[in-house]
């Protein structure tokens, strides 16, 4: 990404568009996939986990053993998801930098087998934490324990050398201040990897419409701890545009790719009046004030029959 931009959208298939980023060129990638990819996909089981001596030789001479995991049982919907996932992922681990971490946002039915999915791509060693966001929203089951929470893995390239800026992460207050004494209450405490965060409020200036959108609270945390100000930060599942929104807030750079039009339709009235942003395969005027006031100008100016640029 040139120097003096700021961010680039694009409506692409991430597959195809991370085969095309070089490798090593972003610093953190968040991603929020969704479950249902609503494709046919070849079936296929996951079926490798890295080991010394295993049979199989893959990405960076990595060897591979395989492994059974019992797929009998799993649904083709589930099979089908890890297929899916499984180049994207091999294409995140590619393009991250050597000081890189990824964050897997998935939810409670999926997390192990994409944890075991990463450990393969990523090393189990690579892995640092799941945190879980819990959250208090929405209906009450009376036959279980309500699922309250999303979990995000955190990986990273290099266990040995990658960023974690503990001392840039917002601290939140203590649950008993007054155990805790004045000095320590008043500059509160790290989270822990557990975070209590509300959903996107249905009311106020975060709310995007988005169906699927995340908060920007929990996306600030992360790019807060795993960036520096000019990192790149990738998210290839943008939907709504939340990491970039975190990024652009604390003075990172971001590149943001989602495939339906309707997330990037989003994006840009999220984005209206930013400089700095470059879109590739979508036009957002449409959609924002600015452009709406350079068409409604040139309209003007096409009826007293002196069309000027705006
Ligand atoms: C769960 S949403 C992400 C929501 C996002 N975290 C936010 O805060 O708004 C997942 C997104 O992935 C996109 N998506 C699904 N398959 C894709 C693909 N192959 N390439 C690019 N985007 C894809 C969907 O269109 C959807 O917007």
Redesign the pocket.
Same mark, same amino acid.
């Given at each position: 990404m040139r120097e003096h931009v700021v961010g680039q959208i694009h409506l &692409? $298939?991430?597959?195809e568009f991370l085969r095309q980023l070089p490798a090593a060129s972003v610093d953190l990638i968040y991603i $929020?996939?969704?479950f249902n +990819?609503g494709k046919v996909q070849q079936r296929t089981q996951l079926r490798t986990v890295r080991s010394r001596d295993g049979d199989r030789v893959g990405f960076q001479g990595r060897r591979y053993q395989s492994i059974v995991l019992g797929t009998k049982r799993f649904s083709d919907c589930f099979d089908d998801y890890l297929a899916f996932l499984e180049p994207r992922l091999i294409e995140a681990h590619r393009v991250l930098a050597a000081h890189g971490s990824l964050y897997f946002h998935i939810d409670y039915r999926e997390v192990h087998y994409c944890k075991v999915l990463l450990d393969a791509i990523f090393g189990r060693e690579a892995f640092l934490n799941e945190i879980i966001w819990a959250y208090d929203y929405g209906g009450r089951p009376k036959n279980r324990w309500p699922p309250k929470h999303d979990n995000i893995l955190f990986y990273v390239k290099d266990p040995s050398n990658y960023e974690f800026h503990v001392d840039a992460i917002e601290r939140i207050p203590y649950m008993a201040p007054g155990l805790a004494g004045r000095e320590k209450a008043a500059r509160g405490k790290l989270p822990t990897d557990t975070w209590w965060h509300t959903i996107v409020p249905t009311r106020g200036t975060e709310k995007t419409g988005?169906p +699927?959108?995340?908060p920007l609270g929990i996306l600030r945390r992360i790019v807060q701890a795993s960036s520096r100000p000019g990192s790149v930060v990738l998210d =290839? =599942? &943008?939907?709504?545009? +939340?990491a970039g929104a975190a990024a652009l807030e604390l003075g990172r750079r971001f590149i943001l790719? $989602?495939?339906?039009p309707e &997330?990037l339709a989003v994006m840009a009235r999220r984005f209206d009046g930013v400089e700095g942003i470059e879109w590739f395969g979508f036009d957002p005027t449409p959609y924002q004030k600015r452009g709406k006031q350079r068409e409604l100008f040139a309209a003007r100016g096409a009826r007293q029959g002196c069309a000027r640029d705006a």
């Open positions: &692409a $298939d991430n597959l $929020d996939p969704p +990819t988005y +699927t959108q995340k =290839f =599942f &943008a939907g709504s545009g +939340t790719v $989602d495939n339906h &997330a």
